[in-house]
């Protein structure tokens, strides 16, 4: 599993953090998503097998909201391989 970080304009109310959680959980491969409304930060954990940086920004897009670009630093979709240990 890999996590990513995306940064997304304009969110300003439960219901848009709710809408673009909705969009993100859409994302096949996607595990896990949470969104920071103060920070307007989304971060989520997914397969990289089944999922892509552009497969995130583009359901964020069609949801209705913008995302910083590359260019601005705000996009993190981060290759950070997550350990999970069966007890």
């Known amino acids: 599993m890999q996590s990513g970080t995306i940064m997304v304009k304009d969110m300003h109310s ?3 953090a709710d809408t673009v959680l909705d969009a993100l959980l859409s994302v096949w491969g996607i595990d896990q998503a949470e969104i920071n409304l ?5 971060v ?3 397969d990289e097998r089944m999922a ?3 497969d995130f920004q583009q359901a964020i897009i069609d949801s209705g ?3 910083y670009s590359d260019d601005e630093n705000k996009l993190n979709v981060k290759e950070e391989n997550e350990s999970h240990e069966n007890m």
Not at 38 to 42: G, I, Q, R, T, V
């Open 14 to 16: 439960m219901r848009d």
């Open 38 to 42: 103060e920070k307007n930060e989304a």
């Open 65 to 67: 909201f913008t995302i």
């Open 44 to 46: 989520f954990t997914y």
């Open 52 to 54: 892509s940086s552009h």
